[in-house]
């Protein structure tokens, strides 16, 4: 069974920064397509960033110039790295994967990580 762990949340000033890291297992990590989501209490999940299995990515427009996903396949591991940190940047970050063959339907995700983001 797929398992996502998600890690490197806390706390940090506006415009510090921060690295998640999302480890995987039980999977082929390196065709997989992965994903970085966040979510806001009572608000539907937003897509952060996406890296496919050929390391095409794509950033939501409100991250975009900041935020950086990669991937390290030896590693099967995914990462964030999160520059200039803004208020509104405060949510829960989830991981996610699309197994190999399938739609995004069928994504597994991880438990999540608080990011919060202080004056």
């Known amino acids: 069974q797929v398992q996502l762990v998600e890690s490197g949340g806390g706390l940090v000033q506006a415009g510090g920064s921060l690295r998640l890291s999302c480890a995987a297992s039980g999977v082929i990590f390196s065709i997989n397509d992965m994903s970085w989501h966040r979510q806001v209490p009572g608000k539907q999940r937003e897509l952060v960033a996406v890296i496919t299995s050929q390391r095409r990515t794509d950033y939501a427009d409100s991250v975009k110039g900041r935020f950086t996903i990669s991937r390290d396949n030896a590693k099967n591991m995914v990462y964030l790295q999160m520059n200039s940190l803004k208020l509104e940047d405060t949510a829960v970050y989830y991981c996610?994967?699309?197994?190999?063959?399938?739609?995004?339907?069928?994504?597994?995700w991880g438990q999540g990580t608080q990011v919060t983001v202080s004056s």
């Open positions: 996610a994967m699309r197994p190999y063959g399938t739609t995004w339907s069928r994504a597994s």
